[in-house]
């Protein structure tokens, strides 16, 4: 049984309402987790993933059911001067976490175009694949409130089309596997501020090519921190932005889109206007 430190402690005290709370709200709400699961906490180093790692481990303590963690450091490839911020923290928040090693920076940054997506796609595979050698059937990603509400925008914004950050997914390509964001409900001020409480300090980005090309030019500024500044921005006329774009993926009304897809298939308005004449 995990230790009880001062982490988990004021986890369930001091940040029981704004960090823990939500973190149960967000498991129950979305049935996140089953009686014997085995859930791969998958930790990139950074605030989010850190301190999910001690929402599971304080779960643990207090879960009416039996379940399974794996806590799991992938490293793509880090400066040792970052792995060891990683490690130090590890141990710092007794946070017993496996490290695996893999090369996926070296060969995301040796393509010439599309390196960041690349990354990402191979960091995923990785995560999947290592979750599995250690028999979970869920990954656990450090998804917060704020990823979900600047995901939503961001995908009206640059993509023309609205989809949001779900709180699970079933695998297409590993049978048996779910990815699940238990942080779905919880507020990044709020880890920001646990994080402040201990004096933490935790890596940001640590991509050997976003340092390389950062400052470089203006334009590369990520497409995440200007929503971020818009809701930003929104918040001074409009205190209900956030809450509202949040709850819009939860409230579409299908009778009043253009069209939408279901299954990858696109359904139009149109098959269905006639129908609706006399309504």
């Not at 303590?61 to 039996?66: Q, W």
């Not at 929104?234 to 993926?249: R, W």
């Amino acid at each position: 049984m995990p230790q009880v430190d001062e982490y988990i402690q004021a986890l369930t005290t001091t940040y029981r309402m704004k960090i823990w709370s939500r973190f149960v709200k967000g498991l129950k709400e979305y049935q996140l987790l089953k009686p014997n699961d085995h859930v791969c906490v998958c930790i990139s180093g950074g605030k989010d993933s850190m301190i999910m790692a001690k929402l599971f481990q304080t779960l643990l303590l207090h879960s009416d059911f039996d379940f399974k963690v794996t806590y799991l450091v992938m490293n793509p490839g880090y400066k040792p001067e970052v792995l060891d911020l990683i490690k130090h923290n590890l141990e710092v928040l007794n946070i017993p976490a496996i490290i695996e090693e893999t090369n996926i920076f070296e060969i995301a940054n040796a393509q010439s175009k599309s390196p960041c997506f690349l990354c990402a796609k191979m960091r995923r595979g990785a995560l999947y694949n290592l979750a599995k050698k250690h028999g979970c059937n869920k990954i656990a990603l450090g998804h917060h409130y704020d990823d979900v509400i600047e995901t939503t925008l961001m995908n009206m914004l640059n993509a023309g089309s609205f989809q949001t950050m779900l709180p699970k997914l079933h695998s297409t390509n590993y049978p048996g596997m779910e990815l699940i964001r238990p942080m779905y409900f919880i507020r990044e001020k709020d880890i920001i501020a646990f994080q402040n409480k201990f004096n933490l300090q935790f890596i940001q980005c640590a991509c050997s090519f976003t340092e390389a090309i950062h400052g470089e030019d203006p334009e590369l500024i990520s497409r995440r921190l200007e929503t971020k500044m818009l809701i930003k921005q929104l918040l001074k006329t409009n205190p209900q932005v956030e809450k509202n774009i949040f709850k819009s993926a939860s409230n579409v009304t299908l009778d009043m889109i253009l069209g939408y897809k279901n299954k990858g298939e696109f359904h139009s308005f149109l098959e269905t206007y006639d129908e609706n004449e006399d309504n």
